[in-house]
C-alpha cells in the first residue's frame, strides 16, 4: 500500500550535538569471571522475575540462581546438546522451558524448585526419513502458548501450541501424579501452512487492494509474535484476560502480508478447511523484518523498498511510514525502551514518542523517532563499517537502561549507546586474558530485574593449547550495572510486564480519543505540509533551471 516514496513525511538528518561523543574515548566497564559454564554452553535465558538463570548445553540444560550462581537443577541425557533455550515465568515457583536440540527436537520442561521436568516432546522422531525438524520454537510470556516452525523435507509450516500451564502446576503438586508423570498433553491448536497466505478469501473491495505474491521461491523461514489484547470491548462481552496473548502475527519470506491468527485453547478439527488469518496487512513490497513494542501495541515493518511503516494496532491504522534514504537492505528493526515505557499509551490513542533502531545489512545503523501528529526524524548513528569486523553482530534494548542498547561487534568489541542521541556511554570489556566465546554469535542474557548481564567468555590461552570448541572450557562473565556510577543515571524501574495491563476502551472511547487528537495536531500537520509544498516547489525550480 505504500509505494511512493514521496508520499513519507520523514524528514533526513544528521547526527549531531550529542553525537559529538561518539569521537570521545567511551568509559570502560570490566566485566568478572563469575564461573566456570558446562561443556558446550549454547545458549542462556533469564526468567522474568530475575531469579533463575537457564543454561543449554551438551547433555542437556540446567537452571542456577541468578544471584549466587549456584546449580539448582539440571536435565541430562547423553548424545544430546541443547542449541536454543527459552524460560517464562508461569508461577510463584514454576517456570516453563522451551528447548531446541542439535538435531531439532522441540521440548517443553517445568522447572520447580529444585527439579526440573520434561513435559512434551513436541516432534518426536518416530521416522528418521520423515521427521519434522524445528528450527524455532518459542513460548508467549507466562507460556499459556507455544510456536514452532517446522520443516519436512521441502514443506515448510507454523504449529501453534496451547500449554495447559494451570494444569501442570496442580498435577506436579500433587505426589501420585507426578510420580506417574504422566501430564495433560500439550495441545497442537492450528496447523499454518504459506498456502494461506495467498489463498485467503476476502471480500471483492479488500481483494482489489491486496498485492499480489508471485514467487517463484517456496517460503523458507516464518516470523512470528505473541500479541496482548489492544483493542476495544464491545457490549456486556467479558474481556478476555490481559495476561495471556490472544493473537499470534508473523509474515513468510519473500511475502508482503503481514498476517494474524487468533489463538485457540482447543484442537482444530483435522477434517476441517485450513484456517485462514482473521486480519491481512498488505504492503507495496516485501517485508524483509519486524519487531513489536514490549507493549505489542505497535508493530514495526521493514520493507524491501528501504520503508519502515509503524503499525498502531489500538488505533488499526499506521503510526508512521518513513522511507530511509540508504542503499542496503534492512536487517531488523529495535524498539527502544525510553522513559514513555508502555503504560498509559497502551489504554489511549495518544502516543509517547516512539524510537525505533533499523540496522542495515551494510552494518549501518538508523534511530526513527516517530510522534502521531508529527513528522518522522530519521538520523544516521553509525555508517557503513569499512572492516567485516565491525559489523554488528547483537543490538539489544536494555529495558532497565533508560534509551540505552546493548551492541556487539564482530570483533568482540561492545558498546553501550544511547540510540536517541547518539552517543556512545561506555564500552565493556571482558576479564584479562578473556575474550567472548563467540563473536558473530555471542551468547549473553540480561536480567532486568537485578540489571545484571551475563555473557560466555573463553580464556585466550585455551585458544591457542586447543583449536577444537569441544575441549576449550568457557567462563561466565558477569556485569553488574548499578555497581558503576556511568549508568546509574540511566537506570530505571521497567514498567509492569504488559501482560498484567489491562487494555478495554470501547470504539465510541477511541473515536472520542481520534479525533481530539487530530484536533490538538492540525497546527503541526498544517506546517509539515507547508514545509512539504515548499521543498517541492524548490526542486521543481531547480529541475527546471538545470
Not at 25 to 54: E, F, H, I, M, V
Request: net charge neutral; charged share 20%.
Amino acid at each position: 500500500m505504500y509505494n511512493m516514496k514521496s508520499s513519507t513525511s520523514s524528514e533526513m538528518t544528521s547526527v549531531s550535538g550529542s553525537a559529538r561523543k561518539l569521537r570521545k574515548k567511551p568509559l570502560l566497564l570490566k566485566l568478572t569471571n563469575a564461573s566456570q559454564l558446562p561443556q558446550n554452553t549454547n545458549c542462556l535465558a533469564c526468567s522474568d522475575d530475575g531469579r533463575y538463570l537457564c543454561l543449554g548445553h551438551a547433555g542437556g540444560l540446567s537452571v542456577w540462581c541468578a544471584t549466587t550462581l549456584n546449580q539448582d537443577a539440571q536435565w541430562l541425557q547423553e548424545r544430546l546438546e541443547i542449541t536454543c533455550i527459552h524460560m517464562t515465568t508461569t508461577g510463584d515457583t514454576f517456570y516453563l522451558l522451551a528447548s531446541i536440540d542439535d538435531m531439532g527436537v522441540a521440548r517443553v520442561f517445568m522447572f520447580n524448585l529444585e527439579c526440573i521436568y520434561p513435559f512434551s516432546v513436541i516432534n518426536s522422531l518416530e521416522d528418521i526419513n520423515k521427521r519434522n525438524v524445528c528450527f524455532n520454537f518459542e513460548i508467549s510470556e507466562g507460556g499459556d502458548y507455544g510456536a514452532a516452525s517446522m520443516r519436512c523435507n521441502t514443506d515448510i509450516w507454523l504449529d501453534i501450541y496451547y500449554f495447559p500451564v494451570d494444569d501442570w502446576m496442580r498435577e506436579l503438586k500433587d505426589p501420585k501424579l507426578s510420580a506417574n508423570m504422566k501430564w495433560s498433553p500439550a495441545p497442537r491448536v492450528n496447523k499454518i501452512m504459506p498456502s494461506a497466505a495467498t489463498m485467503t478469501d476476502f471480500s471483492n473491495m479488500l481483494t482489489h487492494c491486496l498485492v499480489l505474491e508471485d514467487t517463484n521461491e517456496p517460503p523458507r523461514h516464518c516470523t512470528y509474535h505473541f500479541l496482548l489484547k489492544c483493542g476495544h470491548s464491545h457490549g456486556q462481552n467479558k474481556p478476555k484476560s490481559a495476561g495471556c496473548p490472544i493473537t499470534v502475527c508473523f509474515w513468510w519470506n519473500g511475502s508482503y502480508n503481514l498476517l494474524y491468527h487468533m489463538l485457540s485453547k482447543t484442537t482444530k478439527s483435522k477434517q476441517g478447511p485450513e484456517p485462514q488469518p482473521s486480519v491481512l496487512w498488505p504492503n507495496a513490497a516485501e517485508i524483509v523484518c519486524s519487531a513489536i513494542s514490549r507493549c505489542t501495541r505497535f508493530i514495526a515493518l521493514g520493507l524491501s523498498n528501504t520503508l519502515v511503516c509503524v503499525w498502531d494496532r489500538l488505533a488499526g491504522a499506521p503510526l508512521s511510514v518513513c522511507t530511509l534514504s540508504t542503499d542496503s537492505a534492512f536487517l531488523r528493526l529495535q524498539f527502544a525502551d525510553y522513559c514513555l515505557a508502555c503504560t498509559d499509551i497502551t489504554q489511549t490513542l495518544t502516543t509517547g514518542e516512539i524510537h525505533l533502531v533499523v540496522v542495515c545489512k551494510s552494518g549501518a545503523v538508523y534511530i526513527m523517532n516517530t510522534k502521531r501528529g508529527e513528522a518522522t526524524r530519521s538520523a544516521q548513528l553509525s555508517q557503513r563499517p569499512k572492516d567485516s569486523g565491525d559489523v554488528l553482530a547483537v543490538t539489544a534494548s536494555v529495558a532497565f537502561l533508560r534509551g540505552l542498547s546493548l551492541l556487539v561487534h564482530r570483533n568482540g568489541k561492545m558498546f553501550l549507546q544511547d540510540v536517541v542521541n547518539g552517543a556512545t556511554v561506555c564500552a565493556l570489556i571482558p576479564p584479562t586474558n578473556h575474550l567472548l566465546a563467540t563473536h558473530c554469535t555471542p551468547v549473553y542474557a540480561l536480567n532486568v530485574k537485578q540489571h545484571i548481564l551475563y555473557m560466555q567468555g573463553v580464556q585466550e590461552s585455551t585458544l591457542c593449547s586447543s583449536s577444537i570448541r569441544d575441549e576449550r572450557p568457557s567462563q561466565l562473565l558477569v556485569l553488574r550495572f548499578d555497581e558503576h556510577d556511568v549508568t546509574k543515571p540511566y537506570v530505571v524501574s521497567p514498567p509492569q510486564s504488559p501482560r498484567l495491563q489491562a487494555i478495554s476502551i470501547t470504539g465510541e472511547e477511541a473515536c472520542n480519543d481520534y479525533l481530539h487528537e487530530r484536533a490538538l495536531s492540525m497546527e503541526e500537520r498544517h506546517k509539515s505540509i507547508t514545509q512539504t509544498w515548499k521543498r517541492l516547489q524548490e526542486t521543481g525550480a531547480y529541475v527546471k533551471n538545470c
